[in-house]
């Protein structure tokens, strides 16, 4: 994830980082968006937590959801 300083208009510095989760039908196996959506949003997260960038995988279209949300969100209940 790369990161940026950005000087604010009153002075303030703030450090920015983004983070993109992608899943690339061929690497999935699917073009069905759901399962696209779920393996993406766990690259996204896999990515957050290890600090580099991640490129979603087989194993990734695997997680299980919960409510159409990746199992161990906040938010997700079972």
């Not at 399962?35 to 997680?63: E, F």
Request: charged share 20%; hydrophobic share 45%; glycine share 10%.
């Amino acid at each position: 994830m790369p990161h940026a300083l950005v000087v604010l208009d009153d002075g303030r510095t703030v450090d920015v980082a983004a983070s993109v989760g992608i899943a690339p039908p061929d690497t999935i196996g699917s073009r069905d968006l759901s399962a696209l959506q779920r393996a993406a949003d766990a690259a996204l997260h896999d990515g957050k937590h290890s600090g580099r960038a991640t490129i979603a995988t087989a194993a990734h279209a695997a997680v299980p959801s919960v409510n159409g949300r990746r199992v161990g969100r906040p938010g997700t209940a079972l």
